[in-house]
């Protein structure tokens, strides 16, 4: 029997590759690729009734790649825990691993996830509706579509915008994952790169740095094997998927321990800003939805700063469960309106088992950066002012029906000074005030009312001054 393995992944492998160009051909002749030369005209006039076709292709497209997924999943956890004594038959198992890693990202396996799951092409944004992206509004033209336009909010614009933000996606050759023998990310790490993506965005230091911060060794703050590490409490593993809320726990951990370590003079980068997982209340008579409370923010900053000052940069991570399968439809205007928000980081969101950051919207479009892209491992100094970083941009604006995005996600939002804090506040609460009851979060003084506090009642206590009173540590206890 050992002798006659191999002949398993080999007839695998072939069969895998005969099903993806068969997969390929079904596509080129079911579903080709849009002319990029059709007018906006046209294309707003076939939006309405593509629209029940997409939702048809996401369902399908979904099943097949996680079915995909979980075979090569399978596969690769059990190349990875092979006895010493199996050294040989491991060797012999990694080399059909790593062909059937290639078919699974191979160029037909990507067109089938674009194609029928997620539309790829940049051409399809060029109607005249407003795309919000990362808060910051472009507003197109019928004129912008047919000729162009050097405008600072116009269609080019946005893409120089969207081209310029780091884009962190799947790695292979990094060092082992701790004591795993895990080289790559591939098929699991999608949330993780998702998040990566989300907290690099409002960093402070030289773009080399933060390309360093985020690298991928345990030598870099931010790296996957750190996040890892961090997260154990949480069930993180290599290897494993993970959901929002785990993610941005994992993110509270790594900061805080970062924070001490730095502290205690040992060689770790900390986050530069303080870092606020917010939760639902205890009582749950919000209906569970998450309390953003002014005094825990406050707090939170005033610790980050040692009392030297009594604010600091802030990044608020809201994880949410908007339904069972599909977002419940009375939350999705809500959503829409985040991205308009000038503190907005977007969405880590996708499809169940596949993580993507939603960085902006228009119309019933959630546009997004894929992290599912494979590339080598890349070890960039931070004294390197010559490295190479192409990869971590990308060019392609890809999009989903914002309805179709699965409905556990978390929301990011930056603020940088106590100005965008308190205009985020007044934000926030009259979102709540639109939302028929069902908010997406709440703004609150503290914990313990049972309704929202009125943002200009807030205002009305001075909450970021510096005080002299002791605080208990349970009392600012995020829940």
């Known amino acids: 029997m050992r002798h006659g393995a191999p002949l398993i992944p080999s007839l695998f492998f072939a069969r895998s590759q005969v099903m993806t160009d068969l997969l ?84 037909p396996m990507r067109r089938l996830q674009e194609r029928m799951l997620w539309t790829s092409r940049a051409d399809t944004l060029r109607s005249t509706s407003d795309i919000w992206f990362l808060g910051k509004c472009y507003k197109l033209s019928h004129e912008e579509s047919s000729h162009g336009s050097d405008a600072p909010n116009s269609y080019d614009a946005f893409l120089e915008d969207f081209l310029s933000r780091i884009w962190i996606t799947y790695r ?73 809320y785990a993610m941005c726990r994992t993110w509270e951990t790594l900061a805080h321990d970062n924070k001490e370590q730095i502290e205690s003079d040992k060689c770790k980068e900390s986050l530069p800003m303080v870092l606020y997982t917010v939760s639902g209340d205890e009582d749950g008579e919000r209906g569970g939805a998450p309390v953003i409370c002014i005094e825990v923010a406050a707090r939170l900053c005033y610790d980050f700063k040692k009392g030297q000052l009594n604010w600091a940069p802030i990044l608020l991570l809201v994880p949410l469960v908007l339904g069972l399968e599909k977002i419940n439809p009375r939350y999705i205007p809500l959503l829409w309106e985040t991205f308009t928000f000038p503190q907005s980081l977007g969405i880590l969101g996708g499809r169940p088992g596949a993580s993507t950051y939603i960085v902006g919207i228009q119309d019933n479009k959630a546009l997004y950066l894929d992290p599912h892209e494979v590339q080598p491992a890349v070890d960039i100094k931070r004294d390197d002012l010559e490295a190479d970083s192409s990869s971590y941009h990308c060019s392609t604006v890809r999009h989903v029906p914002l309805d179709m995005i699965d409905p556990s996600l978390a929301i990011g939002f930056y603020c940088r000074y106590k100005d965008d804090f308190e205009d985020f506040c007044s934000r926030a609460s009259k979102l709540a005030d639109k939302s028929n009851g069902a908010p997406l979060f709440t703004v609150a003084q503290n914990l313990q009312p049972a309704k929202p506090v009125p943002y200009a009642d807030l205002l009305a206590v001075d909450t970021f001054t510096d005080t002299d009173d002791p605080v208990h540590d349970d009392e600012w206890q995020i829940l």
């Open 172 to 244: 292979k050759g990094f060092d082992p994952i701790g004591d795993s023998k895990f080289t790559c990310d591939v098929n699991w790490g999608c949330m993780i790169r998702s998040s990566q993506m989300l907290v690099a965005q409002p960093h402070d230091p030289g773009y080399i740095e933060i390309l360093h911060l985020f690298g991928d060794s345990e030598a870099c703050a931010f790296s996957v094997h750190n996040l890892l590490q961090a997260g154990r409490c949480y069930g993180l593993a290599a290897g494993s998927w993970l959901g929002p």
């Open 24 to 107: 390929g051909r079904v596509l080129d002749s079911k579903f080709p690729a849009h002319n990029s030369d059709d007018g906006s005209v046209a294309r707003e006039s076939k939006a309405a009734n593509s629209d029940q076709t997409v939702h048809h292709r996401c369902f399908k497209a979904s099943f097949l790649m996680r079915f995909f997924r979980s075979i090569f999943s399978v596969f690769e956890r059990h190349s990875n825990t092979g006895s010493v004594e199996n050294k040989s038959s491991n060797s012999r198992s990694h080399g059909w691993v790593t062909s059937l890693n290639k078919v699974m990202t191979s160029g």
